[in-house]
C-alpha cells in the first residue's frame, strides 16, 4: 500500500507539472485525495524524502528536489514479476514451458534460497517470444516445500509470482546481480535457440514481506530488446 501511494504521488507530480522548489500539497489535502490514513501518507512521503524526491521544511512543508526529475520508467531497482516486466515494455509474449521437475539444489540454488545444498526444490524453465522471436529465457527455482503436492497441478507457464501470492507467500522485494553473458550453452543445443546473441542476465533472491526466500530466478534478457534505466546521484 505504502508503495503504491509512493507511486500515486510521484503520478500527481508529473501530471500537475509540479518542479524543482515547488510545493506538494498539505497532507490534509493528500489524504482526502487518495483516501488514506495519515500515517500511511507520512510513510509514502518519507520514502520520497529519502528518493531525494522531497525536502521537509517544518512549519512550512513538504518541496519538491531534484530528484523528482530523476524518476525514470523502467528502473532496473523496482521490483516487479518478469510478466509485469515484459507487459511494461509493450511486448504481447507467448510462453512456452520447457520443464518443470525437482532437482536437488547445487550450490548456486541452495544459496539463492538460503538452504541446504540437497535441498528438493522446483526447477521451472521456460522461453518467451514476441511475434514468434525468443526474447527471454528464464530458469525460476522454488523450494519444494514452498508449493506441497499442488506443483503437478499448478500451471507454470504463468506468472509464478501471482501463483506464489495467491499461496500466500508472494514476494514483495528481491536482491539481484545484473551481468553480461550468453544464454546457456545445454539450452541453446536443446531448444535450438543458437540465435538468441548477447543477454543482460538478472540473478535474484525474492523475499516475502517477513524476510522469507520464496523464489530463486536466472531471466536471461535478450540485450536487443530490453534496457533497463536506473539514476546516479
Known amino acids: 500500500m505504502v508503495a503504491q501511494l509512493r507511486d500515486a504521488l510521484l503520478a500527481l507530480i508529473k501530471e500537475r507539472g509540479l518542479g524543482l522548489g515547488d510545493k506538494l500539497p498539505s497532507e490534509e489535502r493528500l489524504t482526502e485525495e487518495f483516501g488514506v490514513s495519515r500515517p500511511t501518507l507520512r510513510e509514502a512521503l518519507q520514502m520520497l524524502e529519502q528518493d531525494g524526491v522531497l525536502r521537509t521544511e517544518h512549519g512550512r512543508g513538504r518541496f519538491i528536489m531534484a530528484g523528482a526529475a530523476l524518476q525514470i520508467d523502467r528502473p532496473i531497482t523496482t521490483f516487479e514479476s518478469v510478466t ?4 511494461g515494455f509493450g511486448y504481447t509474449t507467448t510462453t512456452r514451458l520447457l520443464g518443470a521437475a525437482e532437482i536437488d539444489a547445487d550450490k548456486e540454488v541452495a544459496a539463492g534460497l538460503h538452504c541446504e545444498v540437497g535441498t528438493r526444490v522446483l526447477r521451472i524453465e521456460r522461453l518467451r517470444s514476441e511475434s514468434g522471436r525468443p526474447i527471454l529465457y ?5 523450494k519444494v516445500e514452498t508449493v506441497g503436492n499442488a506443483a503437478a497441478t499448478l500451471d507454470w507457464s504463468t506468472s509464478i509470482v501471482q501463483i506464489l501470492r495467491r499461496r500466500g507467500v508472494g ?6 546481480a545484473v551481468s553480461a553473458t550468453l544464454l546457456p550453452a545445454e539450452a541453446v543445443r536443446t531448444w ?3 540465435d538468441f546473441g548477447p543477454v543482460l542476465l538478472v540473478t535474484e ?12 530466478a536466472k531471466d536471461y534478457h535478450h540485450g536487443k530488446y530490453f534496457t ?3 539514476a546516479r546521484r
Open 228 to 230: 533497463f534505466s536506473f
Open 84 to 87: 509485469d516486466m515484459v507487459e
Open 138 to 142: 528464464t530458469l525460476d527455482y522454488i
Open 171 to 176: 514476494p514483495v522485494a528481491s536482491t539481484a
Open 205 to 216: 533472491t525474492c523475499f516475502t514481506a517477513d524476510g522469507l526466500p520464496v523464489l530463486f
Open 192 to 194: 535450438k535457440i543458437a
